[in-house]
């Protein structure tokens, strides 16, 4: 799990870059601390989903442009390698969230 958290880090911070931004004005917009913007972007931080979507947003990108791994498929699910390890409940679950982030449909029981 390090190396996801490692890999995950490495692209918000690529992204923050690209967008011009501080670590300080990421963790304005999502508030945390510039702290923890650096100690997320080194991978030393483990993310809650809600805090996932901010940051996202706030470097403005997609929550799956965040995810490591190989590109998300195009119906919005994601491929093996971004989910090894979970069990099945666990990997529909992110699909779904992954394809309702993505402007997908929401389920009629949520």
């Known amino acids: 799990m390090e190396s996801l958290y490692a890999d995950f880090g490495r692209l918000v911070r ?3 870059r ?3 931004l501080s670590q300080q004005t990421v963790a304005d917009r999502v508030g945390l601390s510039r702290t923890s913007v650096t100690n997320i972007e080194r991978g ?3 993310v809650a989903l809600h805090m996932f979507v901010r940051l996202a947003a706030a470097v403005g990108k997609q929550p799956a442009d965040l ?3 190989d590109p ?3 119906d919005g699910s994601v491929g ?3 989910l090894r390890g979970l069990q099945q ?3 529909e679950w992110a699909n779904r969230v992954l394809g309702q982030a993505a402007g997908g449909t ?3 029981d949520e």
């Open 14 to 16: 690529d992204a923050r």
């Open 89 to 91: 409940e666990q990997r």
């Open 44 to 46: 030393r931080q483990q």
């Open 106 to 108: 929401r389920d009629s």
């Open 72 to 74: 998300p498929e195009p």
């Open 18 to 20: 690209r967008a011009g």
């Open 80 to 82: 093996p390698s971004e």
């Open 67 to 69: 995810l490591p791994g």
